[in-house]
């Protein structure tokens, strides 16, 4: 049983610290967990550290999401930010790990090899946001359409979309003249 | 259908047919939100849509005469539909349930369709979200009013000419375009506010 013990926080806190040192961008206390701030090809290192530390043992893969900060009011390191949630069940906490990728090449590593079930967020976050998953083992769309173009949750894809919806054939009423109406 | 000749014979043998047909629409349900469950509820003990001959429903467009689309379409699901549109035998009527199917609702958005009769022919609109059992009944008895009539939205004459630029059709509303060639909203002004070495925090803001 996972019981949520607040005080194993600050040995999570001491050991990313003594590990990332000056990568470590900043870190955040929210509700009942901490967020570790990263540049983007420093976030696997991180997460390899949280899960294969024998003290730490974070085992348990959460989720993982995208934030685009594209016209946000207060400043960030980058545009995008990839958002990765981890639990240890040996300690009791959860703790989650910000990736800044830069708007020019968004692209930070992959970590379906530490965790098979980041494979389809990895693919939800590539199809609505663009940020590319190096190493990633079938990095194709997963919600929208196959042959679709953009990633609409990017901040500046217009809401209402590109035409897209209205890209179908219409079925016509019959084009057949009815027998004895002239 | 359409009355191909005046012979007595005939018109009173399509009266017979249309009657029948009416009588027994069988329904294909494409339920893709919480107006389906409606739709379930009405074919349900209470509301009982086997007292208008509509209880089989067929889950094969192959048996079906009726195409019920109840919730919201996607993008990605709009050729699906078109597909059962497709492969349904005619004659065959179609109703649009709810505010999303009619309209696209309130998700006025990139990948919801804005009214699914842009590109199939609908019979019956029914509003409401989602409506009650008795819109239901009242859009199946008008889809019977019809189809005792002999009519159906699918077999509407259109001339080529309307038929090969929809906007002409009086029959069908126009499609979605007006984004098509609107305000394209991902200009360079609005592309990525830049971070200035002014404006950029040093890494101890962030704690």
Known sequence: M????????????????????????GREEKSHYHQFKVKGQDAKDLIRFLREEPSLAFAMFIDLTAV??????????????????????????????????PDGDPRLPSITDLFAGANWTERE??????????????????????????????????????????NFPVYHASTQRPKGEG | MTGSTNDWTTTTLN??????????????????????IEMMATF?????????????????????????VSGRISLKMMPVLQRIWEQMPEPKWCI??????????????????????????VDAYM?????????????????QEKAK????????????????DPAKSVAFRTPDTHYRHGVDRSTPEHAHHPVTTESSPAAGDLK
């Open chain 2, 149 to 164: 009539k002999g009519q159906a939205k699918s077999q509407e004459y259109v001339t080529s000419d309307e038929a090969s």
């Open chain 2, 44 to 68: 349900m003990a209470k509301y009982d849509a086997a007292r208008f001959g509509s209880e089989v429903m067929k889950f094969s467009p192959r048996q079906s005469d009726l195409l019920i």
């Open chain 2, 15 to 36: 009266t017979a047919i249309n009657w029948a047909r009416a009588n027994s629409l069988w329904p294909m349900p494409f339920g893709t939100a919480c107006c389906g």
């Open chain 2, 127 to 143: 509003p409401g979200c989602p409506p009650r059992p008795e819109a239901f009944l009242d859009a199946l008895m008008m889809v």
């Open chain 1, 125 to 166: 976050v590539w199809d609505l946001y663009g940020i590319e998953f190096m190493g990633h083992p079938d990095l194709k769309r997963i919600l929208m359409p196959d042959d679709y173009e953009g990633h609409p949750l990017r901040k500046d894809y217009p809401l209402k979309g590109r035409g897209e919806r209205g």
């Open chain 2, 96 to 121: 649009s349930m709810g505010a999303c199917a009619s309209s696209g609702g309130v998700f006025d958005t990139y990948t919801l369709i804005q009214g699914v009769d842009q590109f199939i022919p």
């Open chain 1, 68 to 101: 685009d900060y594209l016209r946000y009011p207060i400043a960030q390191p980058e545009r995008f930010a990839v958002v990765y949630t981890l639990l240890s069940p040996e300690l009791g906490v959860k703790a989650q790990v910000k990736a800044f990728v």
């Open chain 1, 2 to 25: 996972i019981t949520y013990n607040p005080e194993n926080h600050l040995k999570v806190i001491a050991q990313v610290e003594a590990r990332m040192g000056e990568r470590l961008l």
